[in-house]
């Protein structure tokens, strides 16, 4: 925050191009003591080749010790500290499928769920419903109307789904309605604050016109809600850096962190690391910032498929002559947190990071990318929100402070 | 500060037995250049199995540069930044010798001095007496009574005693009555603040009365004051991180240091490494957290002895499987700050760590416990305040940020 004052009055422009590309999830553990981690197994001559040419580090993305949710470690590599800017689940959902989120709307997140008769809840995700089966649902609820405030609803995948209420006097500090487990029933919403008491009683309301329009649905007969919140207001990337910024994801989450900061998402076809480089290709000489992302490492490492991480680590660097034919003047290739498979679980432990700008990076005496190199590189361990301002600065576009 | 919060709200329980063995002043200097630092000379096999299977690092204890009190510094790797918690020596010293300081006392750390007939002090530490002789000398001072107030003292150790003023209307802020020189009288206490007079006063009033008292004693007949200061109302440890935390500890100033953070002081027979691992032993299933300090490297540090550091450092290795055979999910091995033997004092220069938790450590390429290993370890160099959070990020203790 205070930082990106200085960010903001020292920024210069220039035509310099920079990639960031996030592998999910790609710190990682070894299997078995004195064994190597998946970044380290994986064959990538590529990345290795940039280690070489370039220089590596560690980023922390939340504070040492402290495991990140994919929200908040985004928001850190894009350089806002996350104990600093809160942003709530329903407005990261909402903002990821395209659904605005201004000022005094109250954005939530959707699972839809099977209850039984008594009410109480047997399946948290309705049986995992497809989201061919979940759109004719949803839709159902399109119909719903209540007095003096609109809601609109919108699929993000399968069984979850955004849920954006607008109107006045909305406050969005409520508790969530998941109760997180089975066997007993949605909880209701309530207030945490007398501020918040109108739009948790309009959104008890809605959830009982909803639950009523679902009666007879077999699996998504109700929903949870949780990650009320609202339009955070956060700084914008153009205002701070001085950057046109592109997001190139595939999944919704990432694609509204981006559209928070003040990227410009962007649509295109395929999910593949070489789709998501061609789409990079195609729109290189309308922006200043690429933000790529890769989601299947951490999906990987979540499954404990130590192997699969690999591969999808192994199928990045490959298609990564893409990216370079590009000629990136920086390129950091990172992670938003560690998803070890061994843990199946995001983790603590630090990013490994790698920086490369043939023309300002000091190189240092590291050949390969993984976390013991990293570890031991010249870019030293250091906060996710550094890193940022490192790429400005290995791209020239930031002004000497002071004379 | 801030942090707390998040510790606060992050920290969950479970199983898991956590240890900082702290080996006070542990970091170190070679003798001559080139040479080894006393940890790196010293024989320590388990140690060095433990580097090989964890991770190294380098903590910094106050801030870059700066050489810590031992006071300060172990707020810090508790977790507290010593320039945000200001806890004056008056509270340390009492709270060591189980005097409870509560907020509205004023307590000071107080030195037996001589004075000469002129009133100068001809020895600031009145020939440093035994305890033995320290002992009915304090007690001719408990006979004193002042209007409004009552004061407590205890003997720390030889020539230092803790007294505490306990009263309506007392306030800390005061300079010390130590001129930190020969040659010249014990100074007056003097107010900061008109809120801290009457405590001034009083103060001045308690010691003309022991002056008196002590007036024909040929060594201890005067005395010099310092450090007032009153509760800190520090955090709690419990509140903070979810901790029932234990202290082991010989000395009076970590007992007090530990009692001020909340954690639950111990009593146990010996004063060598196996004895307070005994200890730990014998608490095992009724604390989460044991802070185990080792005194005698700091003392040997400071003798200049470098020989004899080698030779503490060495005999808490030996004693290290009574403490492994604990099976500690985590255990960090660190220093509360660095006295080379070469230096005789406190140093500036970061401190050795080790970070050994089987289950969830990312291991380094380090192989041996040793400054220069540390300054290459996989942990980095970080503030000491950051070893809380990680050895409970290690420990499967905090609940992930955000979603």
Chains 1, 2 share one sequence.
Request: proline share 7%; hydrophobic share 40%.
């Amino acid at each position: 925050m205070a930082d990106f004052k200085w960010m903001e009055e020292l920024h210069q422009k220039n035509g310099t191009k920079m990639v960031l590309l996030v592998m999910d999830g790609l710190g990682g553990l070894p299997m078995t003591p004195g064994g190597p981690t998946e970044l380290e197994a994986a064959n990538t001559p590529h990345m290795d080749r940039l280690a070489k040419e370039g220089a590596l580090g560690q980023t922390v993305p939340i504070r040492r010790g402290i495991t990140p949710g994919s929200g908040p470690a985004h928001l850190a590599l894009f350089g806002y500290d996350p104990l600093h800017y809160d942003v709530g689940r329903g407005v990261l959902e909402a903002s990821g499928v395209g659904v605005h989120v201004h000022k005094g709307d109250v954005a939530a997140r959707g699972n839809f769920c099977t209850v039984d008769a008594d009410g109480n809840i047997t399946d948290r995700r309705a049986g995992r419903i497809s989201s061919e089966e979940a759109m004719p649902i949803l839709e159902k609820l399109k119909h719903i109307s209540l007095p003096g405030v609109s809601v609109e609803t919108k699929l993000v995948r399968e069984y979850r789904f955004a849920v954006v209420m607008r109107g006045d006097g909305l406050e969005s500090d409520m508790d969530d309605t998941d109760p997180q487990k089975t066997g007993v029933p949605p909880l209701p919403a309530v207030a945490n604050q007398p501020g918040s008491a109108r739009a948790a009683e309009l959104y008890n309301q809605w959830i009982q016109l909803a639950r009523e329009a679902l009666k007879d649905e077999p699996k998504a007969n109700a929903m949870t809600l949780r990650g009320f919140s609202t339009d955070p207001a956060l700084p914008q990337f153009p205002d701070i850096y001085g950057l046109r910024a592109a997001c190139i994801a595939v999944y919704p989450m990432y694609r509204g962190v981006s559209h928070l900061v003040g990227m410009e998402v962007q649509g295109f076809s395929g999910e593949h690391p070489e789709d998501e480089f061609a789409a990079a290709a195609r729109l290189w000489d309308e922006f200043d910032f690429f933000f790529i992302h890769i989601k299947k490492t951490d999906s990987k490492g979540e499954d404990g498929d130590f192997d699969g991480k690999v591969s999808i680590i192994e199928s990045v660097d490959q298609a990564l002559p893409d990216l370079l034919a590009l000629k990136p003047d920086v390129l950091a290739i990172t992670g938003d947190h560690s998803t070890p498979a061994r843990m199946k679980s995001h983790s603590f432990h630090p990013v490994p990071t790698l920086m490369w700008a043939p023309a300002t990076v000091r190189e240092d005496t590291q050949t390969i990318f993984g976390e013991r190199a990293c570890a031991q590189g010249g870019l030293g361990t250091f906060p996710a929100t550094d890193l940022l301002p490192m790429m400005l600065g290995h791209a020239n576009r930031l002004a000497k402070f002071g004379a």
